[in-house]
């Protein structure tokens, strides 16, 4: 076993430290765009220092996966809408020969992707001291210098593999979709730790509320950490004692990491870092899948979200567990939630549920026996049309046995994301709001081929949602 | 209103109050067997005082429906197997001519009808002094004398009221099947709160727990009472500090008495002390009303259950309980349960479903991630041939999307009915279980309907099911 997991570690240091080709390749792309950054703010007027920041200043990036990040240094005396306008203009005019698109976390940045696969992120702003953090990006050079400072060189590797495992588990990202560790987060796991197999063992044993101080700003007084902090996972920011670099984890993706760890160093797999890809059933096959399939998949089909990456996922979770809420509340049983999106044209948000139909019958509720309550309910139900039969007491509570108003799921959301409202009064968010208005399809298991046929990303997704188990997991 | 009310209790003293022929004609009887018990007695050589007790002797029998209770009063030293044995022939003996049953409820006594439908009771009990009780039934001549010497002549007609409305609304009597209130615990509530509608203005304030101490036993120390009894009413014996009268009323009984008490007082209707009967519908009709029906009736027959009535109540209730939990453990909505039995052949455990059929999927729940349960699931889920999504990990446990084991409520019956164990496994009474393995049927719905047309006691009962609401609620 030891054997095995050594040629394992081996095997994952092979396809992600970089080779000297490759960081001769990488260090001379950013050195080159964090000048043109600098030039380009001179030619409109404006200075700016621009500082290779990210996996590429610490040496912790994934020879498969390149993300190059470039801050904008910007003097604190600039105004907030400046930066919308001249220098974001900057950031778009540096990588004008690539294909870029904005986006944007609580703040703005442009991406740009070169051939290659190459991701570029131009990212503005201040240049300010401790603890005058004026936008949630600031703190980033302070970030770099301490991992720089703090990150021994044979840790720098220990990185890269956690990094992997994070994102062969799918737990990789600060970003809403994802809601899992950081580049930093990660990096001072193994500053904590010491290396990748401690790091596991460690987090295998984490309690939920775990709490990690690595530069002891609270002197061990874990109660005032709690009391500022209500995260599933904190740690505290060795640049800021006010911030917790793990805010972003949600208890799901902790809990996913939780068990890997434990999981894999029981029996250690490529699996893990490298996740088999699930190839798609062709779309018959995937037709005859769904029908066998003893649940039924409900398909929300939205068109263009207007909203960021970041906003729209944010929107599309919050829709997802008010239409879960709607569909429990009136009695469907949801087994399972999930969405897909291309950021772009299409989103897809999944609901599969026990059965799609109800009977017309229904146990409902009234108040206690001898409340105030009592005699408009026995009075409503007595003389309703809804009635079948009751109102009596039961276990000193008005029951009664009545029809229902909704005996078809595909019928209800129809109804309640449609007609005038498009979900609003019940929680769907406001920029899938203003997508249902502009049309939507409600797909039923095999209705969903057509789509399935033409978007890849989506049948992926698809079929490793109807086999629901993580992909590490064997 | 006040004149209605008025109107209406005259009309139930009309019915209720005996006439004097009918007084000299029940009190003839009573006296006419109990000097043939002590005739009968001495025939067989023992000695035996018969006594007159309870509403005859007290005089708040009703006009409509009489019982007469003729106690034997068996000297302290005889012992219990000769009660048994020959007191129980004596009064057997007793009423020979007349059809006898013997019942028992936790101690025998003889039942005869005679002509007229004037019911007598002989109940053997021991001649002792308080509280030297040996058995429940020696307190009864205390009662007698107790409401003799503390019920006020204008009383006596209050309690007849009182008696019919609580037998117009289901709730008197202390057998297990009512689970109500005794004849004796009327009295004493006509005893505490002086008249009929002081009593309902009284209990229609009443709270679940509601605690009375007529004589003050307990010296306003009602933590001591409730220390001691934990029923949902309390209401001390008179005759006894050890004993709460109300001790067989059951929660369901004492909610329907407050509600009916104060939906009386809203709105006096004669319907709440002579309930309309329900005509069943014909065969035909009811068929097609089950058939229309959006729920599904699930009914179990069984045959002869060897057991006097109360225990034979008390193990339909336990039964039809336990067949609840074993439903709604596989997931099937029950959404009432009732029963009906002829005492004697017959008996029919109805359980009344949302739906009769599920769907071949279930969610089923795992332990905490990282639990030391954890490995077992997972293993056991993964390769298993039941498992249809997963294993994966929601809300910090691990789940799994499997198929089920029973899709359909009559077969799980079918099965768990017979099958070897008949039902004793998940809590199927004794008596009950020896009447399954003797046979049984499960009927769904209109299947029902060839037992409906030849038994017109449980027609009735179903008829009243269906419609579900009292039959004083208007």
Redesign the interface.
Known sequence: MKDSLDKILEEVRGREVPTSERYGQVLGLAERIRRRVEEEALNRGVFVEASVEGSVAKDTWLGSEVDIDIFMLIPEEVEKEKIFSVYMDVARESVREYGWIERYAEHPYVEAVVDGGIKINIVPCYKVKPPNWKTATDRTPYHTQYIKTHLKEEQKNEVRILKRFMKGIKVYGADIKTGGFSGYLTELLIIRYGNFIETLKSV?KWR?GETIDIENHYGGEIGEIKKLFTEPLILIDPADKNRNVAAAVR??KL??F??AS??FL?KPSLKFFYPPKIKPPNPENMEKLLDE????LLFLKLGRVEAVPDVLWGQIYKTSKAIKNLLEKNDF?V??VSAWSDEKENSVLVF?L??LK??????HYGPP??SSE??NF?GKY?GSQRT?????????RWV??I?RKYLDAKRLLEEKLGRGKFGRDFGVAGRVSEALRRGFNIFVDGEIIPFYRENVSFASFLAEF?????SW??
């Open positions: 295998s939920i208890l799901e809990n996913i939780r068990v434990k999981l029981k399939r003893p649940s039924n049983k087994l399972r599969e026990e059965n109800l009977e017309n019958i229904k146990k026996v001898s009592e005699e026995v007595l079948v039969s009751g109102p009596y007491v039961e276990d000193g009664v046995l029809k109807l086999r629901g188990k993580p997991l064997e």
